[in-house]
């Protein structure tokens, strides 16, 4: 299971740490990723990362401005956002794949069998 924590709402320019804690014994063995989904939208691809953290991936919209990583003896991964827009608020969830599974497009929502609930971030003008 995914638990998702840490929204809330913030002026644009401010920043906001989302947290993503995992139970089972292989989260350190799996991909993870964020994914958004504001009104009316379709999800869409915020950030990845791979088991061991020497790899990230980030959208076109966010780069610069978002940092993901994880700490596996926590079984969390964080999503570090910065210089937050107006555009950025929509309801984040993270999302992990299957434990050992290699993943070639981290961008799929499909490549991710697991889900967390969602938090709302929300970034006021």
């Known amino acids: 299971q995914l638990q998702a924590s840490g929204g809330g709402l913030v002026q644009a320019g401010g920043s906001l740490r989302l947290s993503c804690a995992a139970s089972g014994r292989t989260f350190s063995r799996a991909f993870m990723g964020w994914f958004r989904q504001a009104p009316g939208k379709e999800r869409e691809f915020v950030a990845a990362i791979n088991w061991s953290g020497s790899s990230t991936y980030y959208a076109d919209s966010v780069k610069g401005r978002f940092t993901i990583s994880r700490d596996n003896a926590k079984n969390t991964v964080y999503l570090e956002m910065n210089s937050l827009k107006p555009e950025d608020t929509a309801v984040y969830y993270c999302?992990?794949?299957?434990?050992?599974?290699?993943?070639?497009?981290?961008?799929?929502?499909?490549?991710?069998?697991?889900w967390g609930q969602g938090t709302q971030v929300t970034v006021s003008s």
């Open positions: 999302a992990g794949a299957r434990t050992f599974t290699v993943v070639t497009s981290p961008s799929r929502p499909s490549e991710y069998a697991y």
